[in-house]
């Protein structure tokens, strides 16, 4: 084979690698804060692409959404244009773990982003396959692509995904692919480890898909879309709400599926030795549910339509890699799914990830500099973390470019900024996923104050364009006007005396005022509204927040007063490459685990497995101090 000669293509402010969720944010939010940035995919027809589940959103990832939303991110957006169905889930919970799902339209996802992409001014997209970084003295300054092409760039974002040395496996077919049979990217791997990164194989896969005309959706549940409007981005009206949605549907497994699975448990790949990466501990296959957990007699399955002009189905919660036989005689002993007629097999793909704690909270790695990190290739699964990852490396390659302090989310300001300290502060041993549980300060990062949170950081950043922060502003005047008018408004015992008696509630004997009359459990913000209507309608997005606020306000400001201790940890500094050998009295796990680690807060520090408060507290005094002054020559 001829050598490819390496010649200058183009220079660059930033390039990201790769364009499924996270490099479509990275490269949308450095080219609209002014960077030329180039996006460079190994297929075009790949752009923010849905290889497992069509689907956005649900418990902490439909937040995450939110989030990327209110920083001027791309997802929420696109999914309001796009959506086949949208429901809120949990909603008879508190509203820390509500959380919006929507169903997407495969295809139509795909292209709405693309176009926006292309239609992006300070953003090239090209189809290439990058196999290896330009480094000089340790500072990424571009990437050479197969061709011999070199892109040469101030900062650069690799968001491989799991094409990083991709592997499919069904049954005993094993061959080199990235995600949906497109192409694996070798190399890049290969360059990553030359330049001293430490790598681990991860595993994810997806369900089998079959024809929707082949169902007999008479044997299962319908799950129909809400009727309420809901949306993801907070510019998207309630006129634009879709009340044509499509449905999907609900099916359970049972012993005969379970009697097929365990007898061919010799020929599972998850089983027989095959697969060497470690799979996602919440998104197990079938097969792992069905030998964790035995004493199950059936396991929940969802019906999910690809899109409007598809007639191919999702079987959710269905992810096997068993021989496509196999799957089919699976499949067949479903309810509803005795005839169906299998269009894609289900498959698992094993794939390189760098082991996270190698990067700093801005996604910056620690081994090269100039050189950010997102996405699945840093060790998480599932598109909404992919696309928050996406969106702060890209903010902080293209701050990097313009020579600007870095961006960082704590903690107290978003699920992201949970979901990043977690990789850096503890790494992680199997493919990560969000939870709610996951925050300790869930009662804060709710899906309705996403733009409260997040919206001025993104207008500092330059990614709130002026009308979109004019409305944010109004929102909040409003929000504040509201809660102030029910704050002052005192209600007599004769004003919720018709309302006390009609929900068999004592009368009250002194008056009391609107907003505690709010936080009776049995009272709503529209059952105030019969009472004490406002002047002009209150637009429900701020009636929402307004009752919200008022009604956990004990609970909110217990957290306030958490994150502001938190806070004070963070503003501890610690200076970096400290000899932690020579700080006395750290236990050796400590010293081994902040050596590695390398966190730059009390508060990281405190965080990290195998540091216990002993040792954190040991570090608040030196940091206190000054001692900490002792370095690496």
């Known amino acids: 084979m001829p050598e490819v000669r390496e010649y200058a293509a183009a220079d660059y402010d930033v390039v990201v690698v790769g364009a ?145 040395r991709g592997k499919i496996i069904i049954g005993e077919l094993m061959y080199s692919s990235g995600p949906n049979n497109s192409l694996p990217s070798i190399k890049l791997s290969e360059s990553l480890e030359d330049n001293g990164f430490k790598l681990r194989r991860f595993k994810t896969g997806t369900p089998p898909r079959v024809v929707g005309n082949s169902i007999d959706f008479s044997k299962t549940e319908e799950q129909p879309g809400d009727t309420t409007p809901h949306h993801f981005s907070f510019m998207t009206p309630d006129s634009m709400y879709l009340k044509d949605q499509l449905s999907c549907w609900m099916t359970y497994t049972n012993g005969t599926t379970h009697d097929i699975i365990r007898q061919n448990l010799d020929r599972a790949p998850m089983f027989s030795g095959v697969i060497k990466g470690v799979g996602p501990r919440y998104c197990p296959s079938i097969e792992d549910k069905v030998v964790r957990f035995a004493d199950k007699p059936r396991h929940q399955l969802f019906l999910e339509p690809e899109g409007r002009d598809t007639d191919e189905y999702y079987v959710g919660d ?131 104050n996403a733009d409260l949170r997040l919206t ?14 004019a409305q944010f502003t109004a929102k909040k005047a409003a929000i504040v006007a509201e809660k102030a008018r029910l704050e002052n408004t005192r209600l007599k015992p004769k004003d919720v005396a018709d309302f006390l008696e009609a929900h068999h509630m004592p009368a009250l004997k002194d008056g009391v005022l609107a907003s505690d009359f709010l936080k009776r459990p049995e009272v709503t913000y529209a059952d105030l509204m019969t009472i004490i209507p406002a002047e002009t309608p209150v637009d429900r997005y701020v009636a929402e927040e307004v009752e919200v606020q008022i009604k956990y306000a004990g609970y909110i400001d217990k957290e306030m007063q958490s994150i502001a201790k938190l806070k004070r940890m963070e503003a501890k500094k610690i200076p970096a490459n ?56």
């Open 318 to 448: 269905f992810s096997t890699s068993m021989p496509e036989e196999v799957q089919l005689k699976m499949l067949h002993s479903v309810a509803g799914l005795e005839h169906a007629e299998l269009m894609r097999p289900g498959y698992a793909i094993e794939y390189d990830i760098i082991e996270p704690w190698q990067l700093t909270a801005t996604l910056e790695t620690k081994v090269v500099k100039n050189l950010f990190t997102a996405g699945q290739m840093n060790g998480t699964s599932g598109y909404e973390e992919a696309a928050g990852q996406g969106l702060i490396a890209g903010i902080n390659a293209g701050l990097r470019a313009q020579n600007k302090p870095g961006f960082t989310l704590k903690r107290s300001d978003a699920y992201i900024g949970v979901m990043i300290d977690d990789l850096v502060t503890k790494g992680t041993n199997e493919p990560y996923r969000l939870l709610t549980s996951r925050a300790e300060y869930r009662l804060i990062l709710r899906h309705d």
């Open 578 to 633: 400290i000899d932690y050998e020579a700080i006395s009295g750290l236990a050796t796990e400590a010293r081994q685990k902040l050596t590695k680690i390398q966190p730059e807060t009390l508060a990281q520090a405190s965080r990290i497995s195998g540091v216990n408060p002993a040792d954190a507290a040991i570090l608040s005094v030196y940091i206190e101090q000054g001692k900490i002054a002792k370095v690496h020559a």
């Open 20 to 164: 499924g969720h996270a490099g479509c944010e990275a490269a949308l939010a450095s080219a609209r804060m002014g960077n030329h940035t180039l996006l460079i995919t190994i297929s075009l027809e790949m752009l923010a692409f849905m290889p497992c589940n069509p689907s956005v959103g649900g418990p902490a990832k439909g937040i995450v959404v939110r989030e990327i939303d209110a920083l001027g991110g791309e997802m929420g957006h696109n999914i309001d244009k796009t959506y086949i169905q949208m429901r809120m889930l949990n909603t008879g919970k508190g509203p820390a773990v509500r959380a919006l799902r929507a169903q997407a339209d495969k295809a139509a996802y795909h292209r709405s982003m693309k176009a926006t992409i292309e239609a992006e001014p300070n953003l090239d997209l090209r189809q290439g396959l990058v196999e290896r970084l330009l480094v000089e003295d340790g500072v990424c300054v571009g990437v050479v692509a197969a061709t011999g092409a070199q892109y040469r760039a101030k900062s650069v974002v690799l968001t491989a995904g799991t094409s990083s």
């Open 456 to 469: 001025d950081m993104g207008r500092q950043l330059g990614l709130i364009p002026d009308a979109r922060y």
